[in-house]
């Protein structure tokens, strides 16, 4: 039963408690009929003594009953242990993911602690971003964001922006932001590296370059700006590219003219035709 324990219920005690009940009658008739002289005090203290050990009977039922579900009580701990003693031979991951590399093989001994595999979320994934000083004001959690990694050439992954870092850090003077990506098809893969574009709230004005104005070297792009009959060198910040051309989000004023051929052969001063 999974109801809370009753002593009287158990059968035992019930014929005990039925037996004493009986005895009990069966005195209290006899003491009646011992005061009008109608049996005499043998029968009388028989009747006594059945009575007595009745209830000695109802007694020790009631403590076997009661003892007997203590054992049983003990026996479910038992069992219970026993039950997650086998549940934690099995090792399950606590999310859905992949198994990136696993420690242990089969027959291995392992103790409390001991890492046995590693396991990875693949979907959806965290991505972590790096947003310049001068774009903090313009990102914000929910943002959309979109992804392009190498593996995929012109393809383009999307997620959301679900933190943004309350501090820069200190040797970038840059923003921490994390987005996640919907894999399903598990497609990307953690430890890629991507190229992100997360989508201003407010559209701002912007410079356009042609992109083959942009040279990028070492992940630092430069254009040559043409003042005159000589060219600056200038080193930019690219931003949103809008084929043929590419954003500059810094380093260059609206209205400045920059070289668009044969770039490779020009150095900061270099002299140049109109």
């Known amino acids: 039963s999974t109801g809370p324990f009753e002593v009287g219920n158990v059968p035992e005690v019930r014929n005990a408690q039925a037996n004493l009940n009986l005895a009990q009658a069966e005195f209290d008739r006899i003491e009646k009929l011992l005061a009008e002289r109608v049996v005499s005090q043998a029968e009388y203290d028989q009747r006594k003594t059945v009575v ?8 020790s039922a009631r403590n076997t009953a009661q003892q007997q579900y203590q054992a049983l009580q003990a026996a479910r701990a038992r069992v219970a242990l026993a039950r997650k003693a086998v549940a934690d031979t099995s090792v ?17 001994y392992v103790t409390k602690g001991t890492k046995v595999a590693e396991v ?49 850090r200190a040797d970038q003077r840059a923003l921490t ?10 497609e990307l893969k953690p430890g890629m590296f991507a190229t992100a574009e997360i989508q201003q709230a407010r559209k701002t004005p912007g410079v356009l370059v042609p ?15 043409v003042t005159g009959d000589r060219v600056e060198e200038r080193i930019v910040t690219t931003g949103q590219a809008v084929e043929p051309l590419v954003e500059i989000t810094n380093g260059l004023k609206p209205g400045e003219q920059v070289a668009t051929a044969n770039i490779n052969q020009l150095v900061d001063g270099s002299k140049v035709r109109h």
């Open 92 to 108: 399950r991951a606590p999310f859905a993911g992949i198994v990136g590399q696993r420690m242990v093989s089969t027959g291995d």
């Open 52 to 59: 007595e050990a009745s209830r000695q009977q109802l007694e």
């Open 120 to 168: 990875v979320q693949v979907t959806p994934l965290r991505v972590q971003l790096t947003v310049p000083e001068q774009f903090v004001s313009e990102v914000a959690v929910g943002q959309p964001v979109s992804l392009a990694v190498d593996a995929y050439p012109g393809r383009t992954f999307t997620g959301t922006v679900r933190y943004v870092s309350p501090a820069l």
């Open 211 to 225: 992109a083959t104005a942009v040279q990028t070297i070492g992940g630092t792009s430069r254009v040559f700006v």
């Open 177 to 186: 932001v994390e987005a996640v990506v919907p894999n399903d098809r598990a």
